[in-house]
RNA sequence: GCUCUCGUAGCUCAGUGGAUUAGAGCGCUUGCUUGCGGAGCAAUAGGUCGCAGGUUCGAGUCCUGCCGGGAGCACCA
């Protein structure tokens, strides 16, 4: 916001030492900690480093160099329009603005900006974030909400930022699992399904642990059951084929139960405000996958070892003249000549950058995968796919359960929509308590916002590296560093200007040229810092990064709510400029909720 | 065996080179409602930053080795 002051005094600073030969290291400026007071900060430690090297200050200590560069150039800076003082401490040269300027700049900026405060200048680039990539024929769980809400949120940092941004998923509708399902819900169960979409979806979760008991090879089988069990996966295998070859009853039944997954998933993907772009299926890249095979082979980039009862292959390393195992051999296709997982990531890669015209591409996918990743992505380069290097994947934790790794094959899940349900049970209690005063109608539409605001802040103020010990009293804790927390500093803020309304003071004109308290300065610091934070989170694939801010600036507003009075101030002005402010941070922190996918109520 | 990842306060986590005392939340202890919502504010206690070397004027942060947890490594997705 004082981009024009700090390119000024920069400019005086290389002129500096350029005139007097100093060797200046890069100007990396900062905000200066906690003073009381605005401004920006710069080092010449560097500096110094880098004329100890030269041989240059008779072996001054570099501290002590710092500090005597620092004290020069404020020297020779003098005095800037718009700057209240310079000041070298400890090899930091420290510029600091006029208060009530400043104070004045940043609430301007958010209110004039309102929605678009903290965004980003458009760039040409298009990223593509793909997302939500569950099986279909299982039901949502725990696992995949982080998945999808780390997609969404960094999708609409990305867009904020300034990017195109389309977001993709990819749900896996093909394979071995899914037509256990199929194979079990055939045989035992036709249409006993229940009617429910989510019941639907969670009793295919049961059956499919029941197939895959009955599958399971028991100690101590009778010869009875063992022949049973073999006749079972007969059956399994027998449908898999008839899939393949494309039989027609086993393709309806496919479609149908499919379609269950589907409608489930698009359901809970309205519950968390995410609007998918464009839908890749594996059953779709299935054919084309085969097609790049085919012609890796005649490229000789993979080895068709089928003849010999072996797969297709890829030797990543030897391609790549490594000695240790690196990227490995990866196996691009079955004896039988059916794909797999990385076959279809190939084509799913083509069509993005092909069909789509992306300049990036963002898989979310959990950090299990992240051989399975560099190997399609350099099996990509080695084809001569220039756009391999414009792949990234995301990796993160993975949820786990107090009682170990989830497991549909053990029926040990958490399902999102029990979480989601409890969620709202919790909320409702509270309500039931704290809100009286709000009609009970309104109040189930709130204790969504709050539940689901819980439950997304506590999926993402943790790193994408770690994995989450997902505990359902700390996901749906509403106390300290939660959801509800920000939300609650967005719905006090509303409520003072709520209750301004009628009072004729209502955001008139006002100045900041009185003395500011600690909280007042704090919080308009922390909302001076949104844009960078965006851009940040965006360039550094952090959600993280937001989410920590979002509890800062909510903290910062906190304080000031309890330390300073708005309403009850006498003097208009600074009654006015306090109004102002209250109104900026409200929008600074719906801004940061949005950002985060969570929902900011006017009342709670 | 190889590759990746994590190891910071009792617990859950921030902090990827520079400003005397390494930060939050939970939990513990203690204050705060004749104040705009107490889902809050303020304060106290609590740390050999896994270990050992190295690079640097300066390392929780970068490099190497080791120890410990987790994951992945040919026809699952």
């Known amino acids: ?159 904020f930022a300034g990017y195109k941004t389309i977001r993709a998923s990819y749900p896996g509708d093909l394979g071995l699992g899914v037509i256990t399902v199929m194979w079990t819900y055939d045989k035992f169960y036709k249409r006993q399904e229940p009617a429910g979409v989510h019941e639907r979806g969670q009793w295919m979760l049961k059956i499919y642990a029941e197939a895959t008991a009955l599958l399971e090879k028991k100690e101590n089988e009778t010869p009875e059951q063992t022949a049973q069990r073999e006749a079972y996966e007969a059956e399994r295998r027998e449908m898999y084929r008839k899939w393949d070859t494309g039989d027609e009853y086993v393709r309806e039944l496919w479609r149908v139960t499919r379609e269950w997954s589907l409608e489930e ?122 756009q391999a290097e414009k792949c990234y994947h995301l990796s993160y934790g993975y949820v786990t359960l107090p009682e170990g790794v989830m497991s549909a094959r053990k029926g040990r899940v958490t399902l999102f929509k029990e979480v989601y349900d409890e969620a709202i049970k919790r909320v409702l209690s509270v309500e039931a308590e704290k809100s009286v005063d709000i009609p009970a109608e309104e109040r189930e539409k709130i204790a969504t916002q709050i539940g689901l605001g819980a439950l997304v802040y506590s999926m993402l103020c943790v790193d994408n590296n770690k994995d989450i010990v997902f505990d359902i009293n700390e996901a749906l804790s509403f106390d300290g560093k939660t959801g509800p927390y920000i939300q609650n500093a967005h719905v006090r803020a509303n409520s003072i200007l709520k209750k301004s309304k009628g009072q004729k003071s209502d955001l008139g004109p006002s100045t900041f040229d009185y003395e500011l308290t600690k909280q007042e300065i704090e919080l308009i610091e922390q909302m001076s810092q949104f844009p960078q934070k965006v851009e940040q989170a965006a360039e550094e694939y952090r959600p993280l990064i937001m989410a920590m801010y979002a509890y800062d600036l909510a903290n910062a507003f906190h304080s000031f709510y309890h330390a300073v009075p708005v309403l009850q101030t006498e003097d208009e002005n600074v009654k006015n400029a306090r109004l102002r402010l209250v109104a900026a941070a409200k929008q600074a922190i719906a801004n940061a909720l949005r950002l985060l996918d969570i929902q900011a109520p006017e009342v709670m």
């Not at 570099?62 to 560069?69: D, F, N, R, S």
């Not at 990227?327 to 997982?341: E, I, Q």
């Not at 015209?357 to 990743?373: A, G, T, W």
């Open 1 to 159: 916001m004082f981009q024009k002051e700090q390119q000024l005094i920069e400019d005086k600073v290389k002129e500096f030492c350029k005139a007097n030969d100093i060797a200046l290291a890069e100007l990396k400026w900062q905000p200066i900690p906690f003073s009381g007071e605005w401004g920006f900060a710069t080092s010449f430690f560097q500096t110094a480093a880098n004329e100890a090297k030269l041989g240059k200050g008779n072996k001054v200590p570099v501290p002590q160099k710092a500090q005597e560069i620092a004290e020069q150039v404020k020297v020779q800076i003098g005095s800037v329009a718009g700057i209240s003082h310079i000041e070298a401490v400890k090899g930091y040269l420290n510029v600091y603005f006029k208060t009530s300027e400043y104070a004045q700049r940043v609430v301007d900026e958010v209110l004039t900006n309102g929605a678009n405060f903290g965004k980003g200048a458009a760039k040409t680039e298009t990223v593509m974030v793909e997302y939500a990539q569950p099986n279909t024929h299982h039901s949502f769980h725990i696992g995949h909400a982080r998945n999808t809400i780390l997609g969404e949120v960094l999708a609409r940092l990305v867009e």
């Open 265 to 386: 998933l698009r359901d809970i993907l309205h519950m968390l405000d995410v609007n998918i772009d464009v839908w890749f299926y594996e059953s779709e890249v299935d054919e084309p996958s085969k097609a790049i095979i085919k012609e890796l082979i005649e490229r000789k980039i993979a080895d068709d070892e089928r003849a010999q009862g072996g797969p297709v292959i890829v030797k990543i390393d030897e391609k790549l003249g490594l000695t240790k195992d690196k990227y490995r051999t990866a196996v691009v296709l079955r004896n039988d000549g059916t794909s797999l997982y990385l076959t279809k990531d190939l084509a799913l890669a083509k069509d993005k950058f092909e069909k789509y015209h992306v300049d990036r591409s963002i898989y979310v996918v959990d950090f299990r995968q992240s051989l399975h990743f560099q190997q399609a992505f350099k099996i990509l380069e080695l084809w001569g796919f220039k």
